[in-house]
């Protein structure tokens, strides 16, 4: 009897010295676990190394990648409003020159990152620079058109808030490289030719997957129709719903009062609860 309650003593001990074990490990892993913001940011960087490897075409003279030598502030944007899943991802082509290209944020014009947003850092210089493409980081002074139109119209939408339209949404862009040809024009994704054309559409959608999953989010939604026609050669995005969002850049065809248009098109797509919060 007496050894049968020493045995029972001894493994209750044992459970109980188990559990505190397993208590340690949770807490000691849940310390050192990666911050949400930066599980996106190694993502990103899977697709740099793969972009690095790709041959240019002779018509591209000059690649720039604001996610590596803006890395500070667009970590930043990261770190501020990405802590965990979001309901709606708006996804943009590719970085403007005079917006991600100088700060590192999607759609990215100075007035909306330094004084809206509040992000500072430096921003070095790319790998080769156009002399008509400076990088002047968070000192240049030209607007970016397109985020000039969709940041103030969000922040609108949001009950004057940008901080409230992330707490449910956030925007990436499907391609963080900037292109330009000899005279130092912009060449966007959806004009470049032949097989590059269909490697990047292909490693950069294939990086999408991967973050949508991250995110978990509900609505992808497209700015512009070249991420739209991308987003349905994915299969792993079917399952969300897809919508796509006019391009806010002054030199779409028929975009004139595109702030007018957009928010109507919000409004009537129902995404105002997620822009605001609410669900």
Same mark, same amino acid.
């Given at each position: ?81 990405? $802590? ?24 990215? $014009? ?128 079917? $399952? ?40």
């Amino acid at each position: 009897m007496l050894k049968r309650k020493l045995q029972k003593q001894a493994k209750a001990k044992e459970n109980k010295t188990l559990k505190n074990d397993a208590a340690d490990e949770s807490k000691t892993s849940s310390l050192f676990a990666k911050p949400f913001w930066q599980k996106f940011y190694e993502i990103e960087l899977e697709l740099n190394e793969k972009l690095s490897k790709m041959t240019k075409p002779p018509a591209i003279q000059y690649i720039y990648n604001p996610v590596e030598y803006a890395k500070e502030v667009h970590c930043e944007y990261l770190k501020k409003y990405l $802590n965990g899943c979001k309901k709606v991802l708006f996804v943009g082509m590719n970085p403007g020159a005079n917006g991600m290209g100088q700060t590192g944020v999607p759609f990215g $014009n100075i007035t909306t990152v330094k004084y809206i947003m509040q992000l500072s850092g430096l921003v070095e210089q790319p790998n080769g620079t156009h002399p008509k493409r400076p990088v002047n980081g968070l000192q240049h002074t030209t607007e970016e058109p397109s985020g000039k139109r969709l940041w103030p119209l969000l922040e609108k939408l949001a009950d004057g808030s940008l901080d409230t339209f992330f707490k449910q949404c956030f925007v990436y862009n499907f391609c963080p490289l900037i292109y330009f040809d000899k005279h130092g024009k912009n060449i966007t994704p959806n004009e470049l030719k032949g097989d590059y054309k269909q490697e990047i559409l292909h490693v950069c959608l294939e990086t999408l997957e991967s973050l949508v999953q991250l995110v978990n989010c509900e609505i992808i939604v497209a700015v512009g129709d070249y991420v739209f026609q991308c987003l349905k050669k994915s299969e792993n995005c079917q $399952n969300k719903r897809i919508m796509k969002l006019p391009h806010p850049s002054p030199r779409a065809v028929g975009n004139q009062n595109w702030p007018e248009k957009a928010e109507i098109w919000f409004h009537n797509e129902q995404l105002l609860p997620y822009i605001r919060g609410e669900l």
